[in-house]
């Protein structure tokens, strides 16, 4: 049984209640959709997942609170393969605090396939050593993170490709890393990963001959190459063309939408503002 309810206070409370005590229900997936309500409902949700924890496969909540007892009853459903919440009162955005919390998910959840984690911006960035605990769900397929800012390293990047080798989504849109390194990460991937999300900075004196120690030949879809000056242009779409295959789908900036695609034959998006993007070509159409 699959459960979505966006109701009212005292109907969802109702519902959950029906949730997690009506004998025999076996409850796979929980979507939870109460923005302004959390603060009455988290105790109710926390039921539902104690008592279902045996079945629940999915669990989404888009208002979560980070407090100890729905951590703790988060971190203990042994059958989960979907993990996505949205965090709305963080207040320390402290590393430890999201390293315990993912080494609590990564210890009672090993069968992990897709996590998704949305956070709140903070008066300082995360850095990787938060969720460094996901590294041992080794099945792990589609990886989100939405930060407001993301500290990352290139060494990152090695321990996750290295310890995800089944993953086919990588996005993690605020981290910002210059194309020169991103260039040389595909190394550390299997050839499953199929869609990668980062942001990509150009800068003025890239080196179109840099090292390229392996191409992506599976990648369908990047995002987000930034704008850059007409004089670095020629040194992105030389360093694409040996990174990426012809079927990859770039989200770049408006204006260079036009050169990728002439010279890389790629198709090609543009993204307006951040975090909007419209298609422009597909694959299978004929300009494409």
Not at 110 to 128: A, C, K, N, V, Y
Not at 250 to 270: D, F, I, R, Y
Request: hydrophobic fraction near 40%.
């Amino acid at each position: 049984m699959r459960s979505d309810s966006t109701t009212n206070a005292p109907d969802a409370r109702v519902i959950l209640r029906h949730l997690a005590f009506s004998p025999g229900l076996r409850l796979q997936e929980l979507q939870a959709r109460w923005p302004e309500l959390v603060p009455r409902l988290d105790d109710a949700v926390s039921d539902v997942l104690d008592r279902q924890k045996e079945s629940l496969k999915s669990f989404s909540h888009q208002a979560f609170n980070l407090n100890e007892q729905l951590r703790t009853s988060i971190s203990q459903l042994p059958n989960l393969v979907k993990l996505e919440l949205k965090f709305i009162d963080v207040t320390t955005r402290a590393d430890s605090d999201f390293n315990n919390f993912c080494n609590a998910v990564a210890s009672s959840c090993p069968g992990l396939e897709t996590s998704r984690f949305s956070i709140p911006s903070g008066p300082r960035s995360f850095t990787f050593h938060a969720f460094r605990p996901l590294m041992r769900i080794g099945g792990l397929r589609k990886f989100f993170l939405e930060s407001g800012d993301l500290a990352l390293k290139e060494k990152d990047f090695q321990e996750m490709g290295e310890s995800w080798q089944s993953l086919e989504r990588l996005s993690l849109p605020d981290s910002r890393i210059p194309l020169h390194w991103f260039a040389g990460i595909a190394k550390y991937f299997s050839c499953m990963l199929e869609e990668i999300n980062v942001d990509i900075q150009v800068p003025e004196d890239l080196d179109p001959d840099c090292a390229v120690p392996k191409a992506f030949k599976a990648l369908k879809r990047i995002s987000y190459v930034e704008a850059v000056s007409p004089k670095a242009l020629e040194a992105v779409i030389s360093l694409l063309r040996r990174l990426v295959s012809p079927n990859t789908v770039v989200e770049c900036a408006e204006w260079m939408e036009q050169p990728l695609k002439e010279v890389t034959g790629n198709s090609v998006h543009w993204k307006g503002e951040r975090r909007r993007s419209k298609r422009l070509f597909s694959p299978d159409s004929p300009g494409s």
